[in-house]
């Protein structure tokens, strides 16, 4: 019993519980990227480069085996090394993206978080908290230039 009342412990926990909502939000991130990446990126890409596509790409070792009625006996025996570079470009791609997203949001978080940024207002409640923090300085200062 003692087992399972750790376990509750842990699984109620606020990190458990926050690495949970993380998973699936990156989860539903991953469609969004996987969507700009195979439904914007790819094709635009390869209406610029001419239709590349390295998916088909492959070396057979053994042909498939067809019988006389035209019924497939044996699938064909091949290493598919396209998939492999396709799958490579398309997460190159998706790294690409992700990195100018977090940029952008980073770049959009310093703009929020810049006192002396004035193209988006501060919030009251902040304006005030830093009056009190400038007050409370100078006060400091002044007791400390009267010692």
Known sequence: MKFFQEFKEFAVKGNVIDMAIGIIIGTAFNKIVSSLVKDVITPAMGFMLGKVDFSDLQITLKTKEVGANGE???EAVAITYGNFIQTGIDFLLIAFSMFVVIKVMNSLKRKSEDEKETTTPTPKD??????????????????TDKS
């Open 72 to 74: 497939v006996i044996q």
């Open 126 to 143: 902040i304006q005030l908290l830093a009056e009190i923090r400038d007050l409370m300085k100078r006060q400091v200062n002044e007791n």
